[in-house]
């Protein structure tokens, strides 16, 4: 029988595990060594460049954890959960409350993770009976009802007002290169745990939840039990970042996690590409990096993030991590090869 | 009592017209339109520069939705269709793009300072047994309603089963003579019509700026929930339901409570009808 | 505070024989642009005006202002930006609310000096210097002011943010000073929503004699439109922000409802025969760019001379311990400027809170009329 | 083994639609072996499956894997009791490899929780390696070894069949239900498909249900089969009587076929 | 002659899976289609529809050339199918399922209803079910329901994408009766099949191999000679 040898270019998010295809881990071994590379530069930023940039750095590494977290409940498991921002932000306030109270600040971040983590399936429940945008608006609901909870415990958290965090430094490290290293490490730990539940058996029960939903059932899988476990992964994700970006920002209030965080979220997941692996690396530099990079275009800046982020979608649907494929497939690329064919056909996979 | 009963009917009149926006072009299109506020806002923006302009009121109103609907057919065919082969979430990101950049450029043309749509009617009130009552707050609640039975007249004709046919499977439906094309056109046009409606009718009562499209949009969707993204009765009950909520909790508990509890009803009705107002249609997977 | 006292040995970075550099972060676009826009235009009017007399002590005055869009964390990346990237001198009116307080920590460490910032909290910091009153020392003027017209109901709205915590401070601080006045109805709005219509309905049901808001000037202008529609015509009071005094940003929405707004007041307001307002108001005519004419405009212009008269003072000695000395200074010998109370900083604490007197400004027949002068609270 | 032990009975199973009966009173056991399911479209068939494998709840009557009742477990439960069944139009995933779409069958050989599999402990890799290499082994015997890497939505709708029964295959069920597995297949790929199916109850005595309207297939495999009808079995014995009954030549053959052979 | 393919190559992405294949249908002809699995029968259909686009070669109907006529455009011309795993519409009604199928002839009201007697006479199993959601519906009749579908479009050419699939024999040896009463009305049949009863009520037979033309016979003769066709048969 004969069979297709290149990947497909399915546009829906194409959560691709190592299928096991030769060609693919000699690719595998030179991201990793570039990986290494990549980790051992970012080490040494706080020695080579200024606050400002070590901030930014900062940043757009607190939301590649988050974003690790959010790809694997929307990307991963299909379950568009829109709590993700208050989860954040009970790590944030979780974290600054503790450490206000006396608890040394690397010992909140396991404790809000914990807290957060079980929080995420409360909130995730409703999974049992809904899904789509039915669980989004539920959880959109809850996470809004969270930020609403963090106002009104003014005594507690400041309210309205905002409360100061208080800041954690490593003895003899000014600035924010403390917790920059924090950030660092934690993002490479939260990667490659993520790595590790998604190209395993876990990564795929996903999958087959997302793609067969209850019908996995008859495979043995415990639907529920896989969906709950997404989102308690994303809300652990979710709260680590929380904490770290309390620190950073050193003052803290509701607004701040409310829709202006969701969306900036949700954008790191796609434009990166959901249900991939580095995709929430990519989507949260493009997200950070681009902002500071338009500020210079004053009344232009929203604008011009808005198109670029349009052009991103419409040249790459499958996120700018697809950009290797998209490119090993393309009319383009194919016509200079030698039975190169636009990939027309594709959307029919098969009708009905 | 009624003052809060008014201004909610009125505020969920405006939410249900937008979930109407959003479930006509979800059934044709299946795509989740996170720029249906801002569509309505841009042409009712454009209908506030024609009704200052002392041009006559109608005219400015019929500017205001022609404009929408044609924005909307206008982005249909230059950006969704050539995405739609790549699933829902490139078309959903791609709206959420298209609301940054138009609220962007709203703030650019126009500036960001709030606006109204002056209508004759704003900001005149009549008295019915002791209760003042604004004739904006009847006229939306009126053409609220009209609009939500036009459109489900409109789509009780074999274009909704058109439509809900492309939305489940465009390759197929275009198999069996269906032109997907014209219908999503359709559709969007519909939309993008309700969508400035909605805002024109926000406007003619309050003020609309390039940030009150975030909260109207979200109530929107919630609508569109409420209907369970198919039914428009359904949704537009769903709406009217909401504004009453959020009406009330903001007099008897506090206006910052509002969003949140209004969702947090969404989410009880949805655990006890899963499908929100529509009479399940459940599939079966086995 | 280390880092204040390690920094101003060296020599401060953003000045040269030629230049100073100063910076601000300031909501270009988004929900504030409109004040935003206005700020702007007040610095870049005075920078020109200093550069085209000869600049300061020969330094000609560069301006890197960024935009935080309203965003709070896009104000603590800003100033970090500011401070480390762009290497300014010092912060002359930033505004960005909320967000500054996120900066302070790193304020501190760097000794960066933050004049005049527009209408945070009081931090009681080395760097922070207050030019204007804060919110809170308005609201308790104009309670003052409606307890001499002897008004003993009171209805109040504040936005669940920083807005509505000042106003808490200041009632429990004012409202002892009146036992005669009370309370009768206090609502509470989202930030940034547009639906004050339940907020409305409950203060028009207790019928107060007049009102106090402590809300963003799109509500501001929502609630008056609201109140005025059907005939409650009771006065109503927003702080500058808010009322967006002397300027068009809360009464131009607002329409014919802005009509008997009271608008706290940290700068004079722009229409006044005050020689200073006046010089101002030519120069503005000729600015190219928005709100030039609008009363952020003559805040921050005012803030931006009077941080060139602080630097000619100072003389050759740019270091930040000697900017310290001359401000606090000031309380021997002020700066008066006209448009604003004269600015007589001293030493911490309560010393950096520069100028607290706020003044009283009303709508009347769609123009902004000084309605009490500025002065102290009770 | 012993041949005559039923591993899956159902006693007077009802099933009702709205006002529709679906199910009539269906009693019938299937020991280990193959054991064919057949009647004319709309006889309740697939229904019967999905009261089985936990989708359908009956409105009456028992069904017991084995001796345990399982009427009112949740699928997945039904499923770890050693009960795997195909679906009628295939399910699988089309993004993901045919080795990883068949992998997710494997539930039963993990023994290692989520965190153990997180933190990547030797449990975890140890029941990893073991089904891959079952999956190995069962992809050979069904020969599709040399496409494992590919993708599995891009292989016709006959293929994907069989790339299921793999998957039931993996969990080594004690009752298999296969829901038209050789529809759609052409004639190699049905040699395939049965002696892969013969190797493997040759060597477990798993009890295999086969609804198929392709009788030659029927008969090739079922020393017996049942026919069911309007909801409810009419006949139940070898193929070759079954198909000779007149009511279910009326019902099921019609004249043509009866002709035809 | 009503449907001419010339050399045509197609295929997915960069994959070429049909390699110059060549056929041609007269009108009011039955061509039965045979091939292994995985040979590139459904890619024909999908090229014959308009779902995938001719790489190169030429596809003509009825003297035309379809070039890249869209598949709803073509459906208008008469060029009905019933795709490979019937392509149902789950979310809608057995009813408004029917009705699709007549979207492209454009027909209302009285015709409408008179065609829709017509089919659901031929499967009286659907009569019963018009409201009912099409996913309650079992496999076999949703095949029913895909075929009557196909026929409310007044095909002039029906493509049939494994006619049998699913069905129990006695409807599929109706079936075979029902297309040939269809062809005496002047419909003519394309139909990718499995089963030998397929070639008694075909007159032509092709045979696909790894995407290339292998032979084209009548089927009478096919049907008790040639071994290698009964390779291909069940
Ligand atoms: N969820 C459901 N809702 C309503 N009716 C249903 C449902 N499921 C099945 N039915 C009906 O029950 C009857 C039996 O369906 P079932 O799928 O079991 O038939 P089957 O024997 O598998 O037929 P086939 O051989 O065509 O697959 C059919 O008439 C079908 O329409
Ligand atoms: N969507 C697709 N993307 C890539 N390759 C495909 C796709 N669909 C089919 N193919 C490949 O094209 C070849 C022909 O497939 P096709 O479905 O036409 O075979 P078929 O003759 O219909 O088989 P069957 O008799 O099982 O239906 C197969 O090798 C298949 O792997
Ligand atoms: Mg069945
Ligand atoms: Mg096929």
């Known amino acids: 029988m004969t069979t297709v040898d290149d990947p497909a270019q399915t546009g829906a998010p194409v959560p691709r595990t190592r299928g096991g295809a030769a060609p693919a881990r000699g690719r595998g071994a030179l991201k990793a060594v570039a990986a290494v590379v990549a980790v051992a530069v970012l080490f040494a930023a706080p020695f080579g460049v200024n606050t400002y940039m070590l901030f930014v750095l900062n940043l757009t590494l607190v939301y590649v954890i988050s974003t690790l977290g959010f790809n694997l409940l929307v990307g991963w498991s299909g379950q568009i959960g829109l709590a993700h921002a208050a989860l954040f932000a009970i790590g944030a306030y979780g974290s600054a409350i503790a450490v206000e109270g006396g608890v040394p600040f690397l010992v909140t971040i396991p404790l809000v993770a914990l807290a957060a983590a079980t929080l995420a399936v409360v909130i995730g429940f409703p999974a049992i009976r809904l899904t789509g945008f039915f669980l989004a608006i539920a959880t959109l609901a809850l996470g809004m009802a969270i930020i609403e909870v963090l106002t009104v415990a003014a005594p507690i958290t400041g309210g309205g007002g905002g409360m100061d965090v208080v800041v954690w430094k490593i003895p003899g490290i000014t600035g924010s290169a403390s917790t920059y290293f924090v950030t660092l490490v934690v993002a490479v730990l939260a990667y490659f745990l993520v790595r590790r539940a998604l190209v395993g058996r876990f990564g795929r029960t996903l999958q087959t939840v997302r793609h067969l939903g209850t019908l996995s059932g008859s495979l043995g899988v415990s639907v529920l039990r896989y969906r709950l476990t997404a989102f308690a992964l994303s809300g652990f994700l979710a709260a680590i970042a929380g904490a770290l970006y309390a620190q950073l920002q050193t003052f803290i209030f509701p607004a701040m996690f409310g829709m202006n965080l969701l969306v900036p979220m949700l954008v790191m997941v796609f434009v990166g590409g959901a249900g991939s692996l580095w995709g929430p690396v990519v989507g949260a530099a493009f997200a950070v990096v681009l902002i500071e990079f338009f500020q210079d275009l004053g009344d232009l800046q929203a604008i011009a993030y808005g198109i670029v982020l349009m052009l991103a979608i419409a040249v790459l649907p499958g996120g700018l991590v697809s950009l290797g494929r998209t490119a090993r497939e393309s009319r383009w690329v194919g016509r200079l090869t030698s039975r190169g064919r636009a990939a027309t056909g594709e959307e029919t996979g098969r009708a009905g | ?286 | ?378 | ?261 | ?234």
């Open chain 5, 1 to 234: 002659m009503l449907l001419d393919v010339e050399r045509v190559r197609t295929g997915y992405g960069r994959l070429e899976v049909l390699h110059d294949i060549s056929l041609h249908v007269e009108q009011g002809e039955i061509v039965t289609v045979l091939g292994p699995n995985g040979t590139g029968k459904t890619t024909l259909m999908r090229l014959l529809s308009g779902v995938l686009p001719v790489w190169a070669g030429q596809v003509s109907f009825d003297g035309a050339d379809l070039g890249r006529t869209t598949p709803e455009k073509r459906a208008a011309l008469g060029l009905c199918q019933l795709p490979e795993g019937r392509g149902i519409f789950q979310t809608l009604t057995v009813g408004e399922n029917l009705d699709l199928g007549a979207v492209s002839s454009r027909r209302s009201g009285a015709d409408l209803r008179a065609d829709r007697d017509r089919v659901l006479g031929v499967f009286p199993e659907l009569a019963g079910r018009l409201a009912a959601s099409a996913s309650s519906l079992s496999g076999g009749q949703q095949q029913m329901l895909a075929l009557a579908r196909a026929l409310m479009g007044r095909p002039r050419l029906l493509l049939i994408d494994e006619l049998s699939f699913g069905l129990a024999p006695r409807i599929v040896g109706d079936l075979f009766t029902v297309v040939r009463d269809l062809r005496e009305d002047g419909v003519t049949f394309l139909i990718v099949e499995q089963q030998a009863s397929a070639l008694r009520v075909s007159d032509r037979t092709y045979i696909l191999r790894n995407g290339r033309n292998e032979l084209d016979r009548p089927s009478a003769e096919l049907l008790d000679s040639d071994e290698l066709v009964a390779s291909y048969l069940r």
């Open chain 3, 1 to 378: 505070d280390d880092g204040g006292g390690a920094a101003a040995g060296e020599a401060p970075p953003g000045v040269t024989d030629t230049a100073i550099t100063i910076g601000a972060t300031l909501p270009l676009t988004g929900t504030a642009a409109v004040a935003g826009q206005g700020l702007e235009a007040g610095l870049r009017i005075a920078a020109d005006e200093i550069n085209a007399a000869g600049g300061i002590n020969g330094r000609q005055v560069e301006l890197v202002l960024l935009d935080d869009a309203f965003a709070p964390d896009r104000v603590v990346t800003n100033v970090r930006r500011l401070v480390s990237q762009e290497g300014v001198y010092a912060l002359v009116a930033p505004a960005g609310s909320q967000g500054l307080p996120g900066t302070w920590s790193f304020i501190a460490e760097n000794g960066t000096p933050v004049w005049g910032p527009v209408s945070p909290g009081d931090p009681e910091l080395d760097e922070v210097y207050l030019l204007s009153a804060t919110r809170k020392s308005q609201i308790q003027v104009a309670i003052d002011y409606y307890a001499a017209q002897g008004f003993t109901d009171i209805g109040v709205i504040r936005q669940n943010n920083d807005l509505g915590v000042s106003m808490t401070a200041a009632l429990t601080d004012q409202m002892p000073e009146h036992p005669e006045m009370r309370i009768v109805a206090e609502q509470e709005t989202q930030t940034g929503s547009t639906d004050v219509s339940s907020a409305v309905n409950n203060i028009i049901a207790a019928n107060p004699q007049a009102v106090l808001l402590a809300t963003d000037n799109t509500q501001v202008g929502l609630i008056l439109q609201g109140l005025r529609n059907r005939g409650v015509t009771v006065p109503v009071f927003a702080d500058q922000g808010g009322a967006g005094t002397g300027g068009p940003s809360a009464i131009g929405p607002a329409g014919a409802a802005a009509e008997g707004l009271i608008g706290g007041m940290q700068v004079d307001t722009v229409s006044t025969d005050n020689p200073d307002v006046e010089h101002w108001r030519g120069l503005a005519q000729q600015y190219s760019g928005e709100q030039g004419t609008s009363g952020f405009s003559l805040q921050t212009y005012s803030s931006l001379r009077a941080f060139a008269e602080l630097v000619q003072r100072m003389g050759d000695d740019m270091g930040y311990a000697n900017f310290q000395a001359v401000a606090e200074g000031l309380r021997e010998d002020p700066i008066s400027l006209g448009a604003i109370p004269d600015i007589e900083c001293g030493p911490l604490p309560g010393g950096h809170t520069c100028v607290n007197q706020a003044g009283l400004a009303i709508v009347r027949g769609g123009q902004w009329q000084i309605l009490q002068a500025f002065q102290a609270p009770s």
């Open chain 4, 1 to 261: 083994m012993p041949a005559d032990r039923a591993l899956i009975e159902l006693t007077d199973v009802r099933k009702a639609f709205g006002g529709n009966l679906v199910l009539d009173g269906v009693s019938f056991a299937a020991r280990p072996g193959f054991t064919g399911l057949i009647g004319p479209n709309g006889a309740g068939k697939t229904t019967c499956l999905n009261v089985i494998s936990g989708y359908l709840q009956p409105g009456a009557g028992t069904v017991r894997i084995g001796d345990q009742e399982v009427v009112g477990l949740a699928p997945h439960a039904v499923a770890r009791m050693g009960v795997s069944r195909t679906f009628q139009t295939p399910r699988l995933i089309p993004d993901l490899s045919v080795v990883d779409n068949v992998l997710v069958g494997g539930t039963r050989h993990h023994r290692a929780g989520h965190v153990a599999e997180l933190l990547g402990l030797r449990t975890a890799r140890e029941d990893e390696a073991r089904v891959r290499e079952r999956a190995a082994a069962l992809l050979d015997a069904f020969g599709l070894a040399d496409v494992g890497g590919r993708q599995a939505g891009r292989f016709p709708i006959g293929t994907q069949k069989i790339i299921e029964v793999v998957r039931a295959l993996l969990n080594e069920p004690a009752v298999l239900l296969l829901d038209e597995p050789a529809a759609g297949l052409g004639a190699e790929d049905v040699d395939r498909l049965v002696e892969g199916l013969r190797a493997w109850t040759g060597e477990t005595g798993t009890a295999i249900v086969i609804i198929e309207h392709d009788l030659e297939l029927i008969s090739r495999l079922c020393p017996v089969a049942a026919v069911l009808h309007f909801g409810r079995i009419i006949q139940f014995g070898a193929p070759e009587e079954v198909l000779r009954d007149p009511v279910v030549v009326e019902a099921y053959l019609g004249a043509g076929f009866a002709a035809g052979r």
């Open chain 2, 1 to 286: 009592m009624v003052q809060t009963a008014l201004s909610g009917l009125e505020a969920g009149s405006w939410f249900a017209l937008l979930g109407l926006a959003i479930v006509v072009v979800m059934k044709a299109a299946d795509v989740p339109n996170f720029a249906m506020a801002e569509i309505g806002l841009v042409a009712t923006y454009v209908g506030t520069v024609v009704n200052a302009g002392a041009a006559n009121f109608w005219v400015a109103v019929v500017v205001t939705l022609l404009g929408g609907a044609v924005l909307a057919v206008a982005i249909d065919l230059l950006l969704m269709r050539r995405l739609a082969k790549h699933g829902h979430f490139p078309l959903l990101l791609m709206t959420i793009g298209l609301s940054l950049a138009l609220n962007a450029l709203i703030g650019l043309i126009w500036g960001h300072d709030p606006r109204s749509f002056t209508a004759p009617w704003s900001g005149s009130y009549f008295t019915v047994a002791g209760f003042e009552i604004s004739w904006a707050q009847v006229v939306t609640i009126a053409v609220g309603a009209a609009g939500a039975i036009g459109i489900t007249w409109f789509f009780r004709t074999s274009t909704g089963a058109q439509m809900r046919a492309v939305a489940e499977n465009r390759a197929t439906a275009r198999l069996v003579g269906v032109n997907a094309g014209r219908l999503s056109a359709i559709a969007w046009g519909v939309g993008g019509l309700i969508a400035a409606m909605a805002v024109m009718l926000q406007a003619q009562s309050t003020l609309v700026s390039t940030h009150s499209a975030a909260s109207l949009i979200i109530y929107g969707f919630v609508a569109a929930t409420m209907g369970g993204f198919v039914s428009l009765i359904g949704t537009f009950a769903g709406g009217l339901a909401l504004g009453v909520i959020q009406q009330t909790v903001g007099a008897y508990v506090s206006g910052t409570a509002q969003f949140a509890v209004a969702l947090l009803a969404v989410v009880i009705v949805l655990l006890v009808r899963p499908d929100g107002f529509t009479r399940g249609v459940r599939l079966r997977d086995v």
